[in-house]
């Protein structure tokens, strides 16, 4: 199988927010003066990557991939989230037509793509042929990460299938299902979806230090880490994100 790129170096850590364009963060986080327009600029000039999610809901036109390439630092890097259309809908079959779409409308932006986040809906059931036969569409010279809300895929042959394609087991805190730390390719992808809470709750210190602690040793080993809050709900992810990656600079 044709090995993947890697557009994160090794060692190196990202740690972001999933999204950017919350209401609820002004005065939280974005200035109160600060035009909406302006958001995603403030928010570069704050961390150096994001996890795309709107491209999950709706697939964006070339014109906004444009523009995110122009407005973010040659050093800001991508999460994209795959379409609900091809996971959600679809269930990965038969989604040819709209796999060439998607990946199309993100070609101005492939530089700055660290990895296309593939989330599967808790409803799939385990099927390793399908899942075997979807990862060999997917155009090889990108990364990928794959989270699954189906505990049934927590499962050796699932892993051993996401290595052979040095793809990305999506390692996620999640209120009632949390996964275990399985890694399955050179880069670690993390996803923090709340505290006690779905999508909200503030994480304390001492729990963010266990993950910074953790993080820093993978960082070590020369693993890549990509790592992202979404725990939205009164600004926390950004609040928590910002803890975490003070706590992994003290580490390194």
């Known amino acids: 199988m ?22 609820h963060w002004k005065e939280r986080f974005y200035p109160p003066k600060l035009a909406k327009t302006r958001w995603f600029e403030y928010f570069a000039a704050h961390f150096d990557t994001v996890e795309l999610n709107a491209s999950f809901y709706r697939i964006p036109t070339q014109k906004a991939t444009k523009s995110w390439n122009a407005r973010s630092p040659q050093n800001f890097r991508f999460s994209i989230k795959m379409s609900r259309l091809i996971t959600h809908i679809k269930k990965l079959q038969n989604c040819e037509n709209e796999l060439q779409w998607f990946f199309s409308v993100f070609e101005p932006l492939q530089e700055k793509i660290s990895v296309y986040l593939i989330q599967l809906p808790p409803n799939l059931k385990f099927d390793l042929q399908r899942l075997d036969n979807f990862l060999q569409q997917l155009p090889p010279h990108n990364r990928y990460a794959l989270e699954f809300r189906n505990p049934a895929w927590y499962d050796n042959q699932t892993y051993q299938l996401l290595r052979s394609y040095d793809a990305i087991f999506c390692i996620h805190d999640m209120e009632g299902m949390k996964t275990e730390r399985v890694i399955t390719s050179s880069d670690v992808y993390l996803r923090f979806h709340g505290h006690q809470a779905l999508y ?46 003070e706590l992994v600079a003290k580490r390194l």
Not at 8 to 21: A, E, F, H, P
């Open 2 to 23: 044709a090995e993947q790129k890697s557009r994160i170096k090794r060692g190196k850590v990202l740690l972001g927010t999933s999204g950017w364009t919350y209401e």
């Open 200 to 245: 909200g709750g503030d994480y304390p210190d001492e729990e963010l230090e266990r993950w910074a602690g953790w993080i820093a040793s993978l960082s070590r080993e020369g693993k890549g880490v990509m790592g992202y809050f979404n725990n939205d709900l009164e600004g926390y992810a950004v609040k928590n994100c910002t803890h975490l990656k």
